[in-house]
Every structure is written in structure tokens, then in C-alpha cells.
């Protein structure tokens, strides 16, 4: 299937330089950032919905802290002023 993309000038020069680079066709050097990209974004989904999940099971089970403790803890580990 042969979809047109249209790049800016700029992201269209750095790509031939890459596709270059490699010795490789335009086509292919795209097609595989795309692929890339789109499994980075799909992992990257699925760890934030996990992240999410165990917050939301941590909350349920207790496991939590007030914003006060937290907020606390990070102002003594980057020496922050406490609050006036």
C-alpha cells in the first residue's frame, strides 16, 4: 500500500541524510522509523496504563501516603524551603 506523506524541507533533508548514511533506500530508512516509532508509542501506552493501574490498586489496598509526607520528603531531598 503506498501512502504520500509531505515533510517539511528540514525533516525531509535529515531523512535522505540518514537513508544515506545507511546505504539504504528512502522508502525503506521511513518505513522502519515508522515501525519504530510506532512500537515504542504502543509499549510506551502500555506501561502508563499498568503504572496506572497499580496506582489505582495501591490506593485501594491502602498503600499510600498523604501529599504532605510526599511533598515533605522531596523538599528535604532537593533542600527545598518548607512552605510558609
Known sequence: M???VTLSPELEALL????ARRGQDVSLVASELLASILE???QDSEEA????QQGLDDF???KFRSFQDFAE???SK????ADS
Not at 49 to 52: D, E, P, S, Y
Request: proline residues 4%; without cysteine; charged residues 40%.
Open 49 to 52: 496504563i499498568k503504572g496506572i
Open 73 to 75: 520528603e522531596k523538599r
Open 16 to 19: 535522505l541524510d540518514k537513508a
Open 2 to 4: 503506498a501512502i504520500v
Open 78 to 81: 532537593y533542600n527545598l524551603p
Open 40 to 42: 515504542w508509542e504502543e
Open 60 to 62: 485501594e489496598s491502602g
